[in-house]
């Protein structure tokens, strides 16, 4: 299997722009995780999805933040506005069972925004 | 929410010695602690769990161990080598928290030859 696949690997943007991140989560994984991560917080968990449904997005920041999930195999985030304080790791994880089992994560998308 | 914290933020060792990271989770409830190891430029990968049923648990050099009273586990790697060089990550869920993962801010271990 391929793994978790995240695209863009790295993007840099201008404030203002709109960002959309990317993530094809592993074949048959019914969870799927955005995390951000950097150096002040760590890893924060965004949103998740089960089965393509959100079941918890309390830890997008703002309305700027949306994520969908189209279809099993593809899932976007995107940010617009994009802001300076938007720059992070941006990972996407997923599962084969329960939402805190095995979680998989892709080599994530490092957004710079200027 | 469930808060994990994650000690040391760094840590230095000789190869061959043995490392020790420390966390402490605060929501009683959280029954799962897995343990993600991230090198640079990767994701984090999973390297070793333990469920709250369990004390410890050892894979080849490196085992987990779980107070459920005190609330804290710990990752033990013994005879560490260069390659074990990364952050190392520990996270606890919960069911009532819809199992999500909540992850300690890291430790950044480095083994020099």
């Known amino acids: 299997d391929a793994g978790v696949i995240q695209s863009p690997r790295h993007e840099v943007t201008e404030m203002g722009q709109e960002v959309t991140l990317r993530c094809k989560p592993i074949s048959g994984h019914d969870y799927l995780f955005w995390y951000r991560q950097t150096m002040m917080r760590g890893l924060e968990l965004l949103i998740y999805?089960?089965?393509?449904?959100?079941?918890?997005d309390s830890g997008m920041p703002e309305d700027r933040f949306s994520a969908k999930m189209p279809n099993a195999s593809f899932s976007t985030l995107k940010i617009q506005p994009s802001e300076p304080r938007d720059s992070a790791v941006y990972f996407c994880?997923?599962?084969?069972?329960?939402?805190?089992?095995?979680?998989?994560f892709g080599e994530g998308s490092r957004l710079t925004v200027l | 929410g469930e808060n994990v914290e994650q000690h040391p933020s760094t840590l230095s060792v000789q190869e061959g010695d043995s490392a020790v990271i420390k966390c402490t989770y605060s929501?009683?409830?959280?029954?799962?602690f897995p343990w993600y190891k991230q090198e640079l430029g990767k994701g984090p990968q999973l390297i070793i769990d333990?469920?709250?049923?369990?004390g410890e648990k050892k894979d080849q050099r490196i085992a987990v161990t779980l107070n459920k009273t005190a609330k804290h586990f710990s990752l033990h790697i013994t005879e560490t080598q260069p390659e074990d060089s990364a952050v190392y990550f520990c996270?606890?869920?919960?069911?009532?928290?819809?199992?999500?993962?909540?992850f300690g801010k890291g430790t950044s271990l480095l083994v020099t030859p």
């Open positions: 929501d009683s409830a959280s029954n799962y």
């Open positions: 333990i469920r709250s049923n369990v």
């Open positions: 996270a606890a869920s919960n069911p009532n928290s819809g199992y999500a993962l909540n």
């Open positions: 999805f089960n089965n393509n449904v959100p079941i918890d």
């Open positions: 994880a997923s599962s084969p069972t329960g939402g805190a089992e095995a979680l998989f």
